[in-house]
């Protein structure tokens, strides 16, 4: 596991690299790519499709709370994007299947690390929310 002092020292490495693009809001990648994978439907799906592909229907029941408009959009923002691939069979009805693919898992690498430093984090970050939340009032 990276140190925080080495992650210091590669976040001032590449801010170096990209202070040009970062500059330029739409040559930015960290905007272009994190605005999309840093929503909060979008670890929740990419993580439900690494166990295996989906049915809309299965994403749908394995993620209760988002609506069916929320899921259509960010299944089609990342087809789009080239982290899904949607295949539909010639049923009938037809039916739509839905699997990452090799970008998208590639994405599970970085997205392990973020999910067990949530996990080991919540506590303390819940704790945080509730003692701003007192000092506020």
Known sequence: MTSVKAAERQIKALARALKERVDRPSACPIRDVLDQIGDKWT?????????????????????????????????????????????????????????????????????????????QNHSAIRTSRSEFERQAR
């Open 43 to 119: 670890a929740l799906i990419v993580v439900t499709l690494a166990q295996r592909p989906h049915r809309f229907g299965e994403l749908r029941r394995a993620i209760a709370d988002i609506s069916q408009r929320m899921l259509t959009q960010t299944l089609r923002d990342l087809q789009r994007d080239g982290l899904i691939s949607r295949h539909v069979y010639p049923t009938i009805p037809p039916s739509v299947e839905y699997k990452l693919t090799s970008l998208g898992r590639s994405l599970l690498v970085p997205l392990v690390s973020l999910i067990h430093w949530a996990d």
